[in-house]
């Protein structure tokens, strides 16, 4: 008799292949909802011990040596909420070392699909991230104590002046000279503490936010105000030609932005990227390391420091500060400037490995799908083939880019809401019952259901849920007529019911040719499919 595990894990390996899960870069394990282990894959095997030796023992006696379920355990709201929770948390490998990791469990659900029957946590050691935070929290630490020890120098000299005052009014004069010290020390102090605040800040948004955009700006911004700079520009390195691509500025003109372009090897910005330290150029008119001089004549630019942005001595751009009046930084601003471009090298590799995880996610239920499909001959290759025909129809209808892009995701993974359908159903001969149809209409929304955690692919859902609507009003799930229906809905409907009609299915004798599956596509213009998308769409199979 085949156990709920067993039959747990038979139907995970079988669903997504085992090299998948094997050599995903992450641990994989399977949750049941007592918080007892049920399946792991080879990465966390390696960490905490065998299956064999930790399978039906608590997760929390495992991977955190604790004797109850553990604070804010993501398993567990899992179980509560039936959706998708993720949380960072410490533990100790089966060496003994404590380690960090950063958890995304996702609920499966078995029998009626209300309430989460296990829950898959993938974990990511982030020990490296977490140390490398800490080594900077530590320097920012010492660097308040500093900022403590001047004060409190302040506060003597204060005292030694006074005393001076009193004592002999001949030394009035060395008297203004050191109350002019101490206000500059104290100036300096406020600007250490604006500082430190500002990177508090930035520090906040990178662990809040995931758009890699906007921290960008607010980094740019802040550096800008922080040296008093008229302009700021980051460029990061572009992969592909090793070009100095603009990501984020501020004060700079269109003009600016558009006539200078650099790689990593030409200008100031390149010299900073080679030799890993900040430059300063006093004079952008004279110094022959500015290649555009023109153009900082034009912008009326005099001054500029470039700043190297690298993560673990890997390069990753430049953070650039211009002046319009002669300016030479002090060593504290180029230090400043340079925590700063730790902190956006961080921001970049934050934003990283939040793509990584929900592409890992995509891939893997891509890979569902997949095995859905390799699963049944009938329907074997249906969703790449659905997927070009449509981006094809949605290239001739001039669909912009990042829309082809969602629709290239849609259609690969628009069937996958019949993962949850018996396959008795789906691969039946002949006509369907009342019931079985409604089970089948289901599948846009379970499809959506498995998909929303997938934040960068929320925006392509609808495409999903309304595939199967139709032009006249009569399809599912919703309803849906003309241009209540999404546009790239609307061209996936073309290209999936096209795609059926051309392929062998088990409710129909044979498959149609293109000639016959055109006639189709025209007879049900107005009633099933958009009729512009139609005539689109013959004209491109008329064309091969």
Known sequence: MVTVNQKLKSEIVQAAPQELLENLGAGISIIDRSMRICWVNKALAQWFGPLSKIKRKFCYNIYQHRKQICPGCPSAKVFQTNTRHSAYQSGFNQ?????????????????????????????????????????????????????????????????????????????????????????????????????????????????????????????????????????????????????????????????????????????????????????????????????????????????????????????????????????????????????????????????????????????????????????DPYTSGHSDRVTQLAIRIARELKVAKEEIELLDYAGRIHDVGKIGISDTILNKPGKLSLAERALIELHPQKGVDMLTPLKFLRPALPFVLHHHERYDGTGYPHGLKKQQIPLLARILACADSYDAMTSERPYRYRQLSTEEAIGELKLNAGKQFDPAIVNVFISLLDAN
């Open 95 to 375: 060496q003994g070392e404590k380690r960090h990791y950063h958890l995304v469990v996702t609920p499966i659900f078995n029998g009626n699909g209300k309430a989460a029957s296990y829950a898959m946590e993938l974990t990511y050691d982030i020990t490296k991230e977490v140390e490398n935070k800490h080594q900077k929290i530590a320097l920012l630490n010492r660097l308040r104590r500093f900022c403590g020890n001047l004060l409190d120098v302040n506060k003597q000299l204060k005292g030694e002046v006074s005393i001076l005052k009193q004592k002999n009014k001949l030394t009035f004069s060395l008297n203004k000279k050191m109350a002019q010290k101490y206000h500059e020390i104290k100036n300096g102090l406020k600007t250490s503490n604006q500082m430190i605040r500002d990177i508090q800040h930035v520090d906040k948004k990178i662990i809040a936010s995931a758009e890699l955009k906007s921290i960008l700006d607010s980094i740019v911004k802040l550096a800008m105000e922080l040296t008093h700079a008229d302009a700021a520009a980051l460029r990061i390195i572009s992969p592909e030609d090793l070009n100095l691509t603009l990501a984020a500025s501020i004060g700079l003109s269109e003009r600016f932005i558009k006539g200078v372009t650099l790689k990593i090897n030409q200008g100031i910005a390149g010299m900073a990227i080679t030799q890993q330290k900040p430059l300063v150029v006093k004079d952008c008119y004279n110094d022959p390391r500015i290649l555009h001089q023109r153009i900082m004549r034009e912008e009326k630019i005099k001054s500029c420091i470039s700043v190297p942005v690298i993560l673990k001595n890997e390069p990753l751009g430049t953070i650039g500060l211009y002046f319009k009046q002669p300016r030479e930084l002090d060593e504290q601003e180029i230090d400043m400037l340079s925590i700063f471009a730790d902190q956006i090298a961080i921001a970049i590799n934050e934003a990283k490995l939040y793509r990584e995880v929900h592409m890992s996610y995509f891939n893997t239920i891509h890979s569902l799908s997949k095995a859905m499909e390799a699963k």
